[in-house]
């Protein structure tokens, strides 16, 4: 793989859509975690540690990753549309959605700005949280600098629902929805109320996971197709590392 000014490796080897090779390996593991695919949508398993998109630190995203599969599966020439109508932070897993055409790409994007596309999320905490279910309000600013929000008067209101579904020895098992879209806006509203998740050290927990991740599960996605207009209803499994957690 060539490398870029910076020493990055190059994850596209030119503009003409010419992508690296994958490894067996690489190709088996990509293969395993698609949950969903047809010729408009890709719903993917995405582990912690991986980015959806590109950012300042220059590591392969998994939007260019499904290209360089889906052109070396299909054999296809030229450029892989692979557009991505929203994100999941880095220390996060879970279902991650794909457009693999541009209709479908701006059709997702208003639908998402509708509320149209319902999204559940799993958390583990060490502190169980003030009441088994709850609707949480605040009001969010936040830092770019640290890459963090805070509760603050001044800040974008910000509101979800958790339930609690699950216990073990040490750990509570929190279902949230959210009904708005704020930066960090789960890790940090559940820290706040006194369960920061597990693993979350930036929001208050005292230890950091072996992965280095946090113990945040896009658990759940459900939609109309937005070209098929049938309903799409996915789940996420629950990652190996969740002890005494069922799913």
Same mark, same amino acid.
């Given at each position: 793989?060539?490398?870029?000014?910076?020493?990055?490796?190059?994850?596209?080897?030119?503009?003409?859509?010419?992508?690296?090779?994958?490894?067996?390996?690489?190709?088996?593991?990509?293969?395993?975690?698609?949950?969903?695919?047809?010729?408009?949508?890709?719903?993917?398993?995405?582990?912690?540690?991986?980015?959806?998109?590109?950012?300042?630190?220059?590591?392969?995203?998994?939007?260019?990753?499904?290209?360089?599969?889906?052109?070396?599966?299909?054999?296809?020439?030229?450029?892989?549309?692979?557009?991505?109508?929203?994100?999941?932070?880095?220390?996060?897993?879970?279902?991650?959605?794909?457009?693999?055409?541009?209709?479908?790409?701006?059709?997702?994007?208003?639908?998402?700005?509708?509320?149209?596309?319902? !999204? $559940?999320?799993?958390?583990? =905490? /060490?502190?169980? &949280?003030?009441?088994?279910?709850? %609707?949480?309000?605040?009001?969010?600013?936040?830092?770019?600098?640290?890459?963090?929000?805070?509760?603050?008067?001044?800040?974008?209101?910000?509101?979800?629902?958790?339930?609690?579904?699950?216990?073990?020895?040490?750990?509570?098992?929190?279902?949230?929805?959210?009904?708005?879209?704020?930066?960090?806006?789960?890790?940090?509203?559940?820290?706040?109320?006194?369960?920061?998740?597990?693993?979350?050290?930036?929001?208050?927990?005292?230890?950091?996971?072996?992965?280095?991740?946090?113990?945040?599960?896009?658990?759940?996605?459900?939609?109309?197709?937005?070209?098929? !207009? $049938?309903?799409?209803?996915? =789940? /996420?499994?629950? &990652?190996?590392?969740?002890?005494? %957690?069922?799913?």
């Amino acid at each position: 793989m060539p490398l870029t000014h910076s020493g990055k490796k190059c994850y596209l080897c030119s503009t003409m859509g010419v992508y690296r090779t994958l490894s067996p390996e690489e190709y088996r593991d990509l293969e395993q975690r698609i949950l969903l695919e047809d010729n408009h949508l890709l719903i993917f398993n995405k582990r912690t540690g991986e980015i959806v998109q590109g950012d300042k630190t220059g590591d392969e995203p998994l939007s260019e990753t499904l290209k360089a599969f889906i052109a070396q599966r299909d054999g296809k020439p030229g450029q892989v549309f692979m557009g991505v109508p929203h994100r999941l932070d880095r220390p996060v897993s879970g279902v991650v959605l794909f457009a693999k055409t541009s209709k479908a790409l701006e059709r997702l994007n208003e639908m998402l700005r509708k509320g149209e596309i319902h !999204k $559940t999320y799993w958390a583990l =905490t /060490a502190n169980r &949280p003030p009441k088994d279910s709850d %609707i949480l309000t605040d009001f969010l600013v936040r830092n770019e600098a640290q890459n963090k929000s805070y509760v603050a008067k001044n800040g974008k209101e910000a509101k979800l629902k958790y339930t609690l579904i699950q216990t073990t020895d040490r750990y509570f098992l929190l279902e949230v929805e959210l009904y708005t879209g704020r930066h960090h806006q789960i890790r940090c509203q559940l820290a706040h109320m006194g369960s920061p998740i597990k693993g979350d050290l930036k929001y208050g927990a005292k230890r950091s996971n072996p992965d280095g991740g946090i113990s945040l599960l896009a658990r759940h996605i459900q939609f109309i197709h937005p070209v098929k !207009k $049938t309903e799409v209803d996915v =789940t /996420a499994p629950v &990652p190996a590392s969740w002890k005494g %957690i069922e799913g």
